[in-house]
């Protein structure tokens, strides 16, 4: 059967509109990428050199306490929200880690890149590393902890600029490795911006170190919105080729995910990488872990196994005495293998569930193979990954919003938010189900597993949101 390839879809007078103004004020991109590096290193280092905040310290009125909100606070959950609005436009526009990055490949090596760095399951191990990482030097409370894993994430991406990427300025760190691009490339799918080819080619999604663009999209081939760090590099609204940005209705790319190149890594990355976000927030509330810990601490000092229970180096983990936190080997051990359990788990629970919805489907007649209906069905997921990650990392949005209008109503638009991200996984599900085929009463039986999977990640996050 010969392969088509579909017309481009229309670009409305909204599009254009942005397009044009994206266009006209790309030249800008340096200026703004040299304010934002100059910003992250005021945030991440200057805490470095003030006095630690006292017990009695406010927001707004401690540097170290402004800096550690305004990265975990606000930019965090910010970034992921918007990813809906806007795309990856953090990472094109504002991102100053991937400048660096692209700036170390003009005056780099530019060799091949390798097999390594090429393999999908790449990003998602920096992902779970970093994520680990974060949690034992407690990235979320010291600045020596957030200089770490920035400074350890910058260094990467210099690094891995400098030596790899042939061709014109490339970003190889934001393609294949950075943790932070894999989520946003994940989300994006859900994301009402869409860079789409004027001049679509037959042959499905490819990666080119020839063209311009920086993390190796063949754009006339391009199909989904993964990579597109939406650096408008490929944007010229006069010209014939290249990318329109185009705007579309949230979660279509999800939903259609069989025509946007559904890929491996967005699943390892749904299933494992939140599933060791969740094991990150879960081992602070859970009594549980902490029934553990002190169990494994009478064993090891009973057992003469001092060291154990003795801190490790404050590079690999938190050492903050006057901060009244002093990791042990056993806490490290304990953090590090309650969020890969976690994640083994949450994997497995959601795996099962996508391949019962996936063979419920196929005997009900729905079309595709086994595999092809679970990698489309994983997608039904995204949404409440989403909404829950922003919820847990915007807790100290939430505190400060909980300030301005009180802890109930405060919790109910958290409770709306959750629900709602159920609600959007279970449409993508159906949309998910109606594509492969089936409809009625078949898709609702169909969609069955699906529901139970999106309750399980549900009440896997609820403690950590809402508490025990
Ligand atoms: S992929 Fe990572 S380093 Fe690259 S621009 Fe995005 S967030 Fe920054
Ligand atoms: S597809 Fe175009 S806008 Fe997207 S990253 Fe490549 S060059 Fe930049």
């Known amino acids: 059967m010969q392969a088509v390839v579909d017309p481009p879809l229309p670009q409305g007078p909204l599009s254009r509109k942005l397009e044009r103004f994206a266009s006209d004020h790309r ?23 003030l006095p630690a905040p006292g017990d009695g310290a ?13 990265i975990w606070g606000l930019w965090f959950p910010l970034v992921f929200v ?32 390798p097999r390594w760095v090429r393999w999908e399951g790449a990003p998602v191990v920096s992902f779970i590393v970093i994520t680990i990482l974060a949690q034992t030097v407690d990235a979320r409370t010291f600045p020596e902890g957030i200089a770490e894993v920035f400074g350890l994430t910058l260094a990467c991406a210099l690094i891995v600029g400098f030596l790899y990427g042939p061709g014109y300025h490339k970003r190889t760190w934001c393609r294949h490795l950075c943790p932070i691009g894999l989520t946003l490339g994940s989300f994006s799918r859900l994301g009402i911006v869409q860079f789409a ?26 199909q989904e919105s993964r990579h597109c760090i939406e650096c408008l590099r490929c944007v010229q609204p006069n010209a014939n080729g290249g990318l329109a940005i185009k705007l579309r209705a949230p979660g279509s790319e ?20 939140t599933g060791v976000a969740i094991g990150g927030f879960l081992w602070l509330t859970l009594p549980l872990y902490q029934q553990i810990r002190h169990a494994l601490a009478v064993w090891a000092i009973n057992h003469n196994w001092l060291s154990f229970v003795s801190p490790g180096p404050a590079w690999l983990m938190s050492v903050h ?25 949450f994997a497995a629970a959601l795996s099962v569930c996508t391949a019962l919805g996936s063979w419920f489907a196929g005997r ?7 595999r092809s209906r679970f990698l489309e069905l994983a997608y039904q997921y995204l949404p409440v990954a989403m909404v829950s990650l922003v919820l847990g990392l915007g807790s100290e949005l939430f505190a400060l919003l909980q300030r301005g209008i009180g802890a109930t109503p405060t919790r ?16 993508i599900g159906c949309r998910l189900l109606q594509r492969q085929g089936l409809a009625g009463t078949r898709l609702v039986l169909a969609l069955a597993p699906g529901l139970i999977g999106c309750i399980a990640a549900g009440l896997a996050w609820w403690p950590a949101l809402f508490g025990v």
């Open 58 to 70: 406010r927001l707004f009125h401690d540097f170290t306490l402004t800096a550690n909100f305004l």
């Open 321 to 345: 005495p006057a901060g009244r936190e002093v990791f042990t080997w056993l806490d490290f051990s304990m953090i590090t293998g309650f969020m890969l359990a976690t994640s083994i788990v």
């Open 197 to 222: 080819p004027k001049k679509p080619r037959i042959g499905g999604e490819a990666l080119t170190d020839k063209g311009v663009c920086p993390t190796f999209i063949d754009i006339n081939r391009k």
């Open 364 to 370: 009900l007649g729905a079309d595709g193979n086994f």
């Open 254 to 273: 999800a939903a259609n995910v069989r025509d946007h190149h559904p890929h491996n890594s967005d699943i390892w990355f749904l299933f494992l990488g």
């Open 412 to 427: 109910y638009v958290e409770l709306a938010l959750f629900t709602a991200g159920l609600v959007w996984s279970l449409i």
């Open 82 to 113: 918007s990813v809906i609005f806007t795309g990856r436009s953090w990472c094109g526009v504002l991102c100053p880690m991937g400048a660096s990055s692209e700036w170390a490949n003009r005056i780099g090596l530019k060799r091949a890149v």
């Open 27 to 49: 030249r800008w991109l340096p200026w703004i990428h040299a304010g934002m590096f100059a910003g992250f290193l005021v945030l991440v280092v200057v805490p470095l050199a």
